[in-house]
C-alpha cells in the first residue's frame, strides 16, 4: 500500500501564475481534504471532497478550488498566485463510513513558493 | 468554533527526562483529539487520538495523552526521551458532526544530550 502520494514535492512560481497540486489517496478511501501549513504554524483546513463534490470548505478565498476525480484522485488549483500562498499543502484522504470517525491519513505535502 | 492552544512554541529536555507537551482546546460538543508529529521536510504521522471511552490514551513511539474533559486539555506525555523524539508537534480537535482537523500552532520538542 503506497499511502497517500502527493505531487509533484517541490514547485516555484510567481505572483499572479496559477498551479495545480495533485493528491492520490490511500487504497479503499474515498474522501480527500487539502490543508495549507505556513512556515511555523499549524496546518489549516481548505477543502474537503467526497464523490466528486466538495463537501467542506475553510476560510479561503475563491483563489483555491479543488476537483475530485472518479478514482478519487484530487486536485488542488489556486489561481493569482500570492507570495502569502508560499507554504506546504498537505493531502489527506480518509474513508467515509457508518463509523463517527474517519481517520486521515496524511501525504508527505507539496511545498509550494511564490516568488 | 473550535479551537487549539498549545503551550509553548518550543520545548527542551534532556534525553532520557520526562517529555511534557501541553493542549488545551475549545469545543462546544465532545470533541475527537489527536496528537501529531511532523519531522522535518515530512507529513504527518499521527501518535495517538482520543475518540470515545478510555481517557488515557497510548500511541506509538510510547508516547500518551490524557483526556481531562474538566480542564479541557490533552496533554501528551513520554516518561523518557530519546534523540529521536526531536520533532514538531501539532494538537487538533475535530468536531464530532464533521472530519475537519483543527490544529494547533505546534510545539517543537527539542532534545538535550
Known amino acids: 500500500d503506497a499511502g497517500v502520494t502527493q505531487s509533484p514535492t517541490h514547485l516555484i512560481k510567481t505572483r499572479g501564475q496559477q498551479v495545480t497540486l495533485r493528491c492520490s489517496p490511500k487504497s479503499g478511501h474515498d474522501t480527500v481534504s487539502w490543508y495549507q501549513q505556513a512556515l511555523g504554524q499549524g496546518p489549516q483546513f481548505i477543502f474537503q471532497?467526497?464523490?466528486?463534490?466538495?463537501?467542506q470548505r475553510g476560510n479561503f478565498p475563491d483563489r483555491f478550488s479543488g476537483h475530485q476525480f472518479p478514482n478519487y484522485s484530487s486536485e488542488l488549483n489556486v489561481n493569482a498566485l500570492l507570495l502569502g500562498d508560499s507554504a506546504l499543502y498537505l493531502c489527506?484522504?480518509?474513508?467515509?463510513?457508518?463509523?463517527?470517525?474517519?481517520?486521515?491519513?496524511f501525504g508527505p505535502g507539496t511545498r509550494l513558493t511564490v516568488l | 468554533a473550535q479551537s487549539v492552544t498549545q503551550l509553548g512554541s518550543h520545548v527542551s529536555v534532556s534525553e532520557g527526562a520526562l517529555v511534557l507537551l501541553r493542549c488545551n482546546y475549545s469545543s462546544s460538543v465532545p470533541p475527537y483529539l489527536f496528537w501529531y508529529v511532523q519531522y522535518p521536510n515530512q507529513g504527518l504521522q499521527l501518535l495517538l487520538k482520543y475518540t470515545t471511552g478510555a481517557t488515557l490514551v497510548k500511541g506509538i513511539n510510547g508516547f500518551e495523552a490524557e483526556f481531562k474533559k474538566s480542564e479541557t486539555s490533552f496533554h501528551l506525555t513520554k516518561p523518557s526521551a530519546h534523540m529521536s523524539d526531536a520533532a514538531e508537534y501539532f494538537c487538533?480537535?475535530?468536531?464530532?458532526?464533521?472530519?475537519?482537523?483543527?490544529f494547533g500552532k505546534g510545539t517543537r520538542l527539542h532534545i538535550l544530550p
Open positions: 471532497y467526497y464523490e466528486e463534490e466538495e463537501r
Open positions: 489527506a484522504s480518509s474513508l467515509t463510513g457508518d463509523s463517527p470517525y474517519n481517520e486521515q491519513f
Open positions: 487538533a480537535v475535530s468536531d464530532r458532526e464533521d472530519d475537519k482537523i483543527i
